[in-house]
């Protein structure tokens, strides 16, 4: 499953380049046609239209997924949503599950470069909770919910790829 598909830009081309995977898309109700939009240009058998998912709502997909995917949506959601997505994800996964998040990240307080900084300063800005992460305060709330660091990919772009794992 994947947690703010945004367009579906990228779950279209995921579910292509993957088509061992049923792609899930999800996310608020106002992208879905957007999103419906993207899969009925570039159908796949193996791509789902999006569910409907607030992370921070109650109504989670009563599934038991084998990996939940997200993008570019840390730094977008207020902080409490950020933990909420951490909690309520892992609960939805299988146990050796995996929860992979891409975006951009802070490390010791330092910004991996100065267009993310700027990209920081322009996202606060634009709402007051939005804001590049730090990687501890991300990886205590992964281990609080019993997911645990497998690996931290350098990505193009200055953004992490960060892969945990459900232990139990
Ligand atoms: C910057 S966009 C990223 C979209 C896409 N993943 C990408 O990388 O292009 C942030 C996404 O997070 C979603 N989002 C924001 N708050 C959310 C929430 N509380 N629950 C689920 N999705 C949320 C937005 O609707 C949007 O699709």
Redesign the pocket.
């Known amino acids: 499953m994947?947690?703010?598909?945004?367009?579906g830009?990228?779950a279209v081309w995921f579910a292509n380049e993957l088509p061992h995977l049923i792609w899930q898309t999800?996310?608020?109700i106002?992208?879905h046609s957007g999103i419906l939009q993207w899969i009925s240009d570039y159908p796949s058998t193996n791509l789902r239209a999006p569910i409907s998912?607030?992370?921070?709502?109650e109504d989670w997909p009563n599934t038991e997924f084998d990996a939940i995917y997200?993008?570019?949506?840390a730094?977008?959601?207020?902080w409490h949503?950020v933990q909420?997505?951490f909690q309520r994800a892992a609960s939805s996964l299988q146990t050796n599950g995996l929860f992979c998040l891409?975006?951009p990240m802070k490390y010791a307080g330092e910004f991996t470069s100065e267009s993310n900084r700027l990209f920081d300063q322009r996202l606060r800005e634009q709402v007051a909770h939005r804001g590049i992460r730090e990687f501890d305060a991300i990886n205590k709330l992964a281990m609080d919910a019993n997911l645990i660091l497998l690996d931290d990919h350098d990505m193009p772009a200055n953004n992490r790829l960060l892969i945990f794992e459900k232990i139990s």
């Open positions: 994947e947690i703010g598909s945004g367009t830009q990228h999800s996310d608020l106002e992208n998912l607030d992370v921070a709502a997200t993008a570019n949506t730094h977008i959601m207020a949503e909420a997505m891409y975006g």
